[in-house]
């Protein structure tokens, strides 16, 4: 990337680089958590049945409420979640991105902080920079469970604007317990916000993109959107719907979490083809979701697999996932594995805390690939 010294860039983005996870043409791609299986060929034809449908009408500006659309979430989270929620609680957006962004362009801003739990989702600093939001982290504990002690006095001594959990976690797949969720809500009810004004609390900020992957029967946040009016939790599309290139998120929140977060919405954000195309795939929720329970179990024999190998004398650490990847680890030499593994043609992540790598589930080709190439590069480092 090449900027030129006489374009007048912010001083504070000076050196900063585009984020984004290697978009490299090798065999298997196992780096960004997308996945594998596309839509069915019945989801095609009504995705393409839809946008025929809406294509007479792109002379006109979509529905900038997207009322449809939030109908269909509605839906769809009565019959994942058990909860039925109002047109008023839900709001879309190209991807969970965009939903992140604007919840920061709303809530944070010059003066305000957000609050999160490290290692995280690698984005969130991005967002607050872009919102010239102070960003502050608390650590994890060793097995990448939040600290609820420090994290309930963070809440209290930073004051932060939101606060930000994801669940399962990113890049470690770690899941928030319900109870530990209203113990965060509790504090945020209860603490201050630097910044605002007096009787003002924190939002709690609930990521739930890869929630779709955790243990059957247990229960999302948005089962607790209706009972605290300072919850947030978003969705995503892009994961388990298997609709990563359709760019569609949203998110459950009360209603004045909501409204505030059209103040700062783009006009029209959300095209009539991106409506349509996700209307499509919530008409065939099933088939979408079709994929997960054998994406699971490919979780779980792929961290039973790892775990039982051994690197330079030791066990390897696999941290327990919800989530349709695995995070393993510790390498002395993360990037000697990670450089193997790419020259035969498998690329994985080398997010988060020096030393560990992600992988995220792929089809029973691509994981039979992964291992084959694994063992192969973990004998090398033996040798090394």
């Not at 792109?58 to 989270?77: G, M, Q, T, V």
């Not at 770690?174 to 969720?181: K, S, V, Y």
């Not at 700062?264 to 008409?283: F, G, K």
Request: proline share 7%; with cysteine.
């Amino acid at each position: 990337m090449s900027i030129p010294a006489n374009l007048p860039l912010r001083n504070d983005l000076k050196g900063e680089e585009p984020y984004g996870a290697p978009q490299l043409d090798v065999p298997v791609c196992l780096n960004v958590n997308e996945n594998p299986y596309p839509p069915a060929p019945d989801v095609v034809d009504t995705i393409a049945q839809r946008v025929r449908e809406i294509a007479p009408t792109l002379n006109r500006y979509p529905d900038r409420e997207h009322i449809a659309l939030r109908k269909a979430f509605s839906d769809y989270l009565a019959k994942e979640s058990g909860t039925r929620l109002a047109v008023e609680q839900l709001w879309g957006a190209n991807g969970s991105n965009e939903i992140m962004l604007q919840l920061f362009q709303a809530f944070g801003g010059p003066g305000r902080k957000a609050l999160s739990f490290t290692p995280t989702y690698s984005m969130y600093p991005e967002y607050a920079r872009d919102t010239f939001t102070e960003w502050v982290t608390v650590p994890r504990n060793d097995d990448f469970t939040i600290d609820m002690d420090a994290a309930i006095e963070a809440i209290r001594t930073v004051k932060p604007a939101m606060v930000l959990v994801t669940s399962p976690n990113n890049p470690t797949g770690t899941p928030l317990p319900m109870d530990q969720t209203k113990a965060l809500l509790a504090a945020c009810e209860q603490a201050d916000v630097d910044g605002a004004d007096e009787g003002v609390h924190p939002i709690l900020v609930v990521d739930e993109a890869y929630v779709e992957f955790r243990t059957p029967g247990v229960p999302s946040a948005v089962s607790l959107v209706n009972e605290h009016p300072n919850l947030a939790v978003s969705r995503t599309m892009s994961k388990a719907f298997a609709y990563a290139g359709a760019r569609v998120g949203y998110i459950a929140a009360n209603q004045g979490i909501i409204d505030s977060m059209r103040i700062v919405r783009m006009p029209y954000h959300l095209s009539a083809v991106t409506q349509a195309a996700a209307l499509a795939a919530l008409e065939h929720t099933d088939e979408q979701l079709s994929t997960v329970a054998h994406l699971r179990e490919t979780r779980e024999a792929t961290a039973e697999w790892l775990a039982s190998l051994t690197y330079k004398g030791r066990n390897l650490t696999v941290a327990h996932s919800e989530s349709n990847f695995v995070y393993f680890g510790t390498f002395d030499d993360r990037d000697f594995i990670f450089n193997e593994l790419l020259k035969r043609g498998v690329l994985i992540r080398d997010v988060g805390h020096e030393g560990w790598l992600r992988v995220c589930m792929g089809t029973d080709e691509e994981m039979a690939a992964f291992r084959k190439a694994f063992l192969e590069v973990l004998d090398e480092a033996q040798k090394a």
